[in-house]
C-alpha cells in the first residue's frame, strides 16, 4: 500500500477489472492493492450486449484480491439474481434500476445479507424517480457511458444528476457515496468529483496505464482536488 495524503481520504479510486488481463486476473488485482476497491463488471449478454463472468468469477478474485469488491451488476432479472453476490460476502453489490421490478425490496435484501446496497442508473434514465427513496442505498452508481464496455468516452451532460443527487442526499442527512463509471481518466475525473462524485471507477485509465500504482495515485489527488465535498 502506499501511503495516502489524508486530504485525500474523502474521495475512492476503484479500477475496474473488465479492462485487465483475464488470464492474470491474481495478477492484477494484487497490482491495485493501494486502490480502495475493485470493480467487478458483471455482464449477462441480456441487459448490455456483452458477456464477462458470474458468481464463481467473482468468488474467485475475492478469494485473492487485496482490497474489498464492489460488484456491477449488468444483468437482467436483478431481483433474483443480485442477492446471490451478496451471499459471497463482497463489500457491495450495485444493481440497475432499469432491470428490478423492486429496488427498494432488492436494496433491503442485499443489506440484510450484509452487503452495501448500491443502484445503477443508465444515461438514459431519471434520478428524480429515486430521490426520495435515498435513504434505501449506501450508493448511487451514475452510468457516465452506455454500460457495455470499457474505453468509451466520457459523458459530461451527466453531471447534474450528480448534482441533484448530492443535493438530495445532504437534505435527507445521510452518507451516500456517489459513484461514477465509464470514461473517467485525469482530465475527466475532476469534473465528476465537482459534481459531487466521491468514488471513481477505472477501467482503460488504470490498466492501461504503464505504471498502475502512479495511476491511482494520479487519479486519486485530481479527484480530490476538486471534489466539493
Ligand atoms: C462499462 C463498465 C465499466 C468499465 C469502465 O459498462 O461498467 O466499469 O470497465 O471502463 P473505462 O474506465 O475504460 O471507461
Ligand atoms: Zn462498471
Redesign the pocket.
Known amino acids: 500500500m502506499s501511503p495516502r495524503d489524508p486530504q485525500d481520504g474523502a474521495v475512492r479510486i476503484q479500477p475496474?477489472i473488465?479492462?485487465a488481463d483475464f488470464a492474470n486476473m491474481q495478477r492484477d488485482v494484487e497490482r491495485i492493492a493501494s486502490a480502495d476497491g475493485v470493480?467487478v463488471?458483471v455482464?449477462d449478454n441480456h441487459f448490455?450486449p456483452?458477456l464477462t463472468f458470474g458468481p464463481q468469477m467473482v468468488e474467485a478474485v475475492q478469494r485473492v484480491s487485496p482490497i474489498p469488491l464492489d460488484v456491477?451488476l449488468?444483468i437482467e432479472d436483478a431481483d433474483r439474481w443480485a442477492p446471490g453476490y451478496a451471499e459471497l460476502g463482497v463489500f457491495s453489490v450495485t444493481f440497475h434500476a432499469e432491470a428490478s421490478t423492486d429496488p427498494v425490496a432488492l436494496a433491503r435484501r442485499i443489506r440484510h445479507l450484509g452487503a452495501r446496497a448500491s443502484i445503477a442508473l443508465k444515461p438514459g434514465t431519471p434520478v428524480e424517480p429515486y430521490l426520495e427513496l435515498l435513504p434505501e442505498f449506501d450508493q448511487v452508481l451514475v452510468?457516465t457511458?452506455?454500460?457495455?464496455?470499457?474505453?468509451?468516452s466520457?459523458m459530461a451532460d451527466m453531471m447534474p444528476k450528480l448534482r441533484t443527487l448530492r443535493a438530495a442526499a445532504e437534505r435527507h442527512g445521510i452518507d451516500l457515496w456517489l459513484q461514477v463509471?465509464?470514461?473517467?481518466?485525469l482530465d475527466t475525473i475532476g469534473i465528476a468529483a465537482e459534481a459531487g462524485a466521491d468514488t471513481f471507477?477505472?477501467?482503460?485509465?488504470v490498466y492501461?496505464a504503464a505504471d498502475v500504482e502512479a495511476a491511482i495515485a494520479e487519479l486519486r489527488a485530481a479527484a480530490a482536488a476538486s471534489h466539493a465535498h
Open positions: 475496474s473488465l479492462s470493480h463488471d455482464m448490455v456483452n456491477h449488468m452510468m457511458v452506455e454500460p457495455g464496455f470499457g474505453g468509451q466520457f463509471d465509464g470514461g473517467i481518466a471507477v477505472a477501467g482503460s485509465a492501461g
